[in-house]
């Protein structure tokens, strides 16, 4: 008689939900944090170019020299640092869990936050702790000091700045964390491009600190490449754990060449920062909704019934994210994605209709 996934499979895996992407066709999707505009015609042209060019029946560069060489340039990533690419953040979110999972490791990070953190830890036999945010999502550095000394964890992971609530976290709280964790401090800066902070001119003053970064919120998203960068050390050991060939030559030769002419990311990010001011205030106008603030490209707010907002925005066609029963403190709320212009006009004028 065959064994059965309840014979063989590990029980926490087993009490897993697995991570649920709803179907989008048709949708003005504003559910994903992604960038909503297209690179401009004359850098498609230019892609285009770069993958007629791509020899499909080789493998890719192993060690994608040259679009590390492009990242230490436009990215300002210090020279001294190691450097490591992943299949978006999420491979390099496992590879550092993998690499620190002894028997007994704890992981810690705040929530709620990207549920990433929870899942790797659980897929990688690691404990995992979660210290909870105040009820306005700002930082209770007193709980999480506690938390730190009393689980001694491995690492920390710090989304800067947060998600789902998109606040930026007060500087010094974070170095005060780095200073204090007994393990790595890995700082999450997937919304960079639209908060305007970074820890990564600061990498060479602590040796346990590392900074993550995806090219996903920029724009790429389809190309699925994140990096992190920290002391060379780390990030020796972290490369062992990275599979062969996990960034393939489409995204090696396009997101090289895209980053080259990084002034047009920039200036659609800068439109998303306008764009989420303006919407901020159209919601904080609204009846009935609190909007918190933001440094991401995302909105979070609550509303007086947030499933029946969902569901009411899903039937006109717009995507959001129902955040009601992750967490406590996120009872009621949504997040919205900034889109377009008439992307978030769409919006806009269904929740007033709904509320």
Not at 314 to 339: E, F, M, S, Y
Request: hydrophobic content about 45%; glycine content about 6%; some cysteine.
């Amino acid at each position: 008689m065959s064994a059965s996934p309840q014979d063989l499979v590990r029980p926490e895996i087993m009490a897993l939900s697995g991570y649920h992407v709803p179907p989008a066709a048709g949708m003005i999707k504003l559910d994903a944090m992604e960038n909503p505009y297209h690179l401009p015609e004359a850098l498609r042209d230019v892609v285009a170019e770069v993958a007629y060019g791509v020899s499909l029946n080789r493998y890719p560069d192993a060690s994608a020299a040259k679009l590390k060489s492009t990242l230490r340039e436009t990215m300002q990533i210090p020279e001294a640092c190691g450097l490591v690419l992943g299949n978006g953040s999420d491979e390099l979110i496992q590879i550092v869990t993998m690499a620190l999972a002894k028997p007994g490791a704890t992981i810690l990070s705040i929530e709620p936050s990207f549920v990433m953190y929870r899942m790797i830890a659980t897929f990688c036999g690691a404990r995992y702790v979660g210290v909870p945010l105040r009820e306005d999502f700002s930082l209770d550095f007193g709980a999480l000091l506690t938390a730190v000394e009393r689980e001694n964890p491995a690492v920390i992971f710090i989304a800067y700045p947060n998600n789902p609530s998109g606040n930026l976290f007060a500087a010094e709280d974070i170095e005060a964390l780095i200073k204090a964790a007994p393990g790595l401090v890995v700082i999450d800066e997937a919304y960079t491009p639209f908060a305007g902070k970074s820890f990564m001119p600061r990498l060479a003053e602590f040796k346990n600190l590392i900074v993550m970064r995806t090219l996903s919120k920029l724009g790429l998203a389809a190309l699925r490449l994140g990096y992190m960068v920290g002391a060379k050390e780390w990030m020796d050991e972290f490369e062992k754990l990275r599979l062969p060939y996990n960034i393939n030559s489409l995204t090696q030769e396009i997101a090289a060449r895209v980053l080259e002419s990084g002034a047009a990311l920039q200036a659609q990010a800068e439109t998303i920062v306008a764009e989420r001011t303006r919407v901020y205030h159209e919601l904080a106008g609204m009846q009935g909704v609190k909007v918190f603030r933001s440094q991401a490209n995302f909105l979070l707010l609550r509303v007086p019934d947030a499933p029946m907002a969902f569901n009411g925005l899903k039937a006109r066609q717009i995507l959001v994210k129902n955040l009601h029963g992750a967490h406590p403190i996120l009872d009621n709320c949504l997040r919205v994605t900034i889109g377009t212009p008439a992307e978030n006009d769409a919006f806009l004028n269904v929740l007033s209709e709904l509320l």
